[in-house]
């Protein structure tokens, strides 16, 4: 039983050591040019992917925030439940992201859609809807990467079979995201501040809504 509880956190490991770093960073820049333009960061999943969207919508909104700088707007499409059953009941559950979406959604905005599988439904059509809008997508995928490795703008695949560990792997790349953008916040403001009055600091200062 030992062995194999370890043998599961070592695998778990080795997928995040090998992660592809340059997909992360540009998700990573992609958070940074909507937090800058002042967009939402929308984020989307079923089941355990869910659940992670919410975590992922929490950190950024809460764990980012700076004294003094304006703050990252994010919303995870997963937390109305009877919204989410309604147009599960009257129009089907693959709609249901899609159909909140379409009322969120401003220009601006990424959508960032979780899928261990890469081929929900429902996210895809999300993801499918913003891509003709001509949003910026990001796709967390898992396994081959399903259709959701297709079509989103921007993907992070995790190179990994087993859905608990695609969806641990997913949960330390939103603390990663989450905490980076926070960091990033951080270093712009100390910028702004180092540059207080040049034409430099007045920009980032305007950008970050100091």
């Not at 695998?11 to 820049?29: F, G, N, S, Y």
């Amino acid at each position: 039983m030992t062995h194999e509880l370890l043998q599961y956190v070592d695998q778990v490991a080795e997928t995040l050591r090998t992660l592809p770093q340059e997909e992360l960073k540009a998700i990573a820049d992609a958070l940074w040019e909507t937090y800058l333009r002042d967009g939402t960061i929308i984020v989307c999943g079923n089941g355990g992917s869910a659940a992670t969207a919410s975590h992922f919508a929490c950190d950024l909104a809460k764990s980012t925030v700076r004294a003094g700088v304006r703050r990252v707007r994010a919303l995870s499409l997963t937390e109305s439940v009877p919204l989410m059953t309604a147009w599960s009941n009257d129009q089907g559950y693959a709609d249901v992201f899609l159909e909140q979406l379409t009322t969120h959604y401003r220009s601006g905005d990424l959508v960032l859609a979780i899928s261990g599988s890469g081929n929900s439904p429902n996210v895809l059509r999300a993801v499918a809807w913003a891509n003709e809008i001509g949003a910026p997508t990001v796709g967390l995928c898992g396994f081959d990467g399903g259709q959701l490795a297709q079509i989103a703008r921007s993907v992070l695949r995790v190179n990994n079979y087993s859905m608990p560990q695609v969806e641990d792997a997913h949960s330390t790349i939103c603390h990663a995201l989450a905490v980076n953008l926070g960091r990033t916040i951080d270093d712009a403001r100390l910028e702004t501040n180092a540059a207080q009055g040049s034409v430099a600091g007045l920009l980032l200062e305007r950008i970050i809504g100091r």
